[in-house]
């Protein structure tokens, strides 16, 4: 089983990733987390480049290497665990790059964006997708003080269209379980639980 989680930087993700993994723990349900950009050395390296290269670069460029990352992690780790039939969480997958490059950058039109994706994961699609909704402005005041990376330093006017890239996969991809997350960590990982449960 594939699970995803997705929303803006500031909704929640890590921490909930974290809950969500003491909860399988205490289940002794086997799982295995990876983030995107990374999760292998060569996709490590990507993230190294796209959050860190603070070298203007081109929409396209960043576009490719987020869908380079993804298509090294799909082969060497989670398409092999996925066939052994395990569970694996991812801490964002493609639609981060439909919010982020297609929605957010305009980087490509969406229809190549969906194609591309397709192939960076091989075909792979998660069976469930938990967006943390927030508003940018309420998730910028959680990350205020931050070093802020090259991805993190696009501006509100980015953010606000990444955020609403998101509200409309949701509408489209019946995959996608949509969580307030601007709610108390206990409250969201008690609707994550819940929805996760239900889907098993
Ligand atoms: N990106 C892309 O553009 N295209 C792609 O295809 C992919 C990614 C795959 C990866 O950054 C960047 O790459 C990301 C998208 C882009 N850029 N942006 N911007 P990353 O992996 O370094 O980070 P991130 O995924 O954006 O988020 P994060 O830093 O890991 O944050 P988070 O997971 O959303 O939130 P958190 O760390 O759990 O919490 C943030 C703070 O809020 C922290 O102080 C918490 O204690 C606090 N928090 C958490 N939950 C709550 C609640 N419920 N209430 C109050 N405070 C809270």
Redo the contacts with the bound molecule.
Sequence with gaps: MLIS?E????????????LLKKYLEKKNTAFHIF????GTVISEKI?NL??HEMDEMNPVT??LL??A??SQLLTDKVIPLLENGEMVIL????D??????GY??GSAGLEQIIELNQLASHGTAPDLTFY?RIDPEA?SK??KG?NK?R??S?GNEF?EK?CSGYDKLAGMEDRFVVID?????E??HSDIIRKLESYL
Excluded at 7 to 18: F, L, M, V
Excluded at 91 to 94: H, K, M, T, V
């Design positions: 989680f929303g803006i930087d500031g909704c929640g993700k890590t921490t909930q990733i974290d983030r995107e950009p990374g993230r796209l959050l960043e576009l987020f869908s990352a993804r801490d964002r997958f493609y981060s790059t439909t919010a982020y490059q957010g950058r943390l998730a959680r990350t931050d990376d991805m993190e696009s953010f990444v997350a601007s709610q108390s960590p409250e969201i």
